[in-house]
């Protein structure tokens, strides 16, 4: 019997604590948003689920002044919420009204509100063309400009990460790309790339080292010598292109003549 009744009350206990989340959650959002009145309705739904919920208890004061607020004189820790019972409407995300004003989503954009038209036909279609019920609503489309981040990343997937934000679409390395590349320190490329090296990495260091301006050939040196220490470094030279191997040629050129007999003996 017990049993039986821990079986049919789990689903219930588990949608119980899922329904108080989610109040919780829509009660804050409105607070945001300015509508107290429907905020503060949530939280006393809470209560009504949890008298005790000491956290709601807490916000429900603070949000209508009241400092005399007790939890609930109810021996249960919480009432078993009846899922028939719960509508639709309860569990309802905050509605767009709630989040815009006055205007319209037109409005806001700066778009001209469509009017209706009473008896349009086809044949009449082209004589309205300018009328404002055929206009197109366009928004403008922001671009996003990337941003040099702070600080060179300290691992792999950051490093990933920022990398996929400052190179466009375009398989070539952007300014601010090289820049970043750059800006690691070839005594951090085993916490940073670690074992994760490969062809396409390889390929970006190198380029990025071709490209920039604000390397010395003897820091160029030095970063290449690094990237050939790492443990899988030669994987992947042997699968670079032959565009990578002809910028290893150029970079051979340009660094001190004392480093390019010891970054033959990797780079070859």
Known sequence: ???NSVKFASPSL????????????????????????????????????????????????A?????????????SIFKIVDVSRVTSKALRPIQISEVGGTRSMFQANGCRELQPI??????????????????????????VTPTMPLEPPT???????ELRELIPSSESLAPLAVDYLCSIEPTNYASVIGNNL????????LAAFSISS?????QKAERMAALA?????DVAWLLTDDSDRTIVGRLLQEVPPESVASLKTYFS
């Not at 949000?63 to 021996?75: V, Y």
């Not at 220490?229 to 470094?233: A, D, I, N, S, T």
Request: proline content about 3%; glycine content about 4%.
């Open 155 to 161: 691992n792999w997937f950051q490093m990933e990460r």
């Open 198 to 205: 490969n062809s396409s990495c390889l390929g970006r260091f």
């Open 214 to 218: 604000k390397l010395t050939s003897a």
């Open 118 to 143: 009473n008896n349009l036909t086809v044949s009449n279609v082209q004589d309205r063309s300018s009328d404002t019920a055929l206009a197109p609503c366009v928004s403008p489309q922001l671009e």
């Open 63 to 75: 949000w209508t002044g009241d400092s005399n607020l007790r939890a609930g004189s109810i021996n």
């Open 229 to 233: 220490k790492l443990p899988r470094f």
């Open 1 to 3: 019997m017990l049993r």
């Open 14 to 61: 588990f949608f119980t604590l899922q329904f108080s989340c989610f109040l919780y959650r829509r009660a804050h959002a409105r607070k945001a948003l300015g509508k107290l009145d429907e905020a503060v309705s949530d939280l006393k739904r809470i209560l009504d689920i949890e008298p005790r919920n000491s956290i709601a208890l807490k916000d429900l004061g």
